[in-house]
């Protein structure tokens, strides 16, 4: 099945990305939780991470300074060094 991925920037033109794919287990991985800083957001980062770590899955939380722009690029950095997996949390 083919998946397509909707940037919700105003692209004219959207760019041609690919999905990585999923891996097959959480087990021994990092999981961050990135929440963009929504209202009610933390709500359903609380409740995430607490059926993670019922499971045994480590999480490390995260937080955008405004949803209203893309993460700085220090804290993409960080995720990406600390993570192999990441959950984006969209709420209002």
Do not use: W
């Amino acid at each position: 099945m083919a998946r397509v991925l909707i940037d919700p920037t105003s692209e004219r033109r959207p760019a041609a990305r690919q999905v990585n794919p999923r891996p097959p287990s959480l087990d021994g991985r990092t999981v961050g939780l990135l929440d963009i800083s929504k209202s009610r957001g933390d709500v359903l980062i609380d409740e995430l991470e607490r059926l993670l770590a019922a499971d045994g899955v480590r999480t490390v939380r995260y937080r955008k300074p405004t949803f209203a722009r893309p993460a700085p690029v220090d804290l993409r950095h960080e995720i990406a060094t600390h993570c192999e997996v990441v959950i984006e949390a969209l709420a209002d």
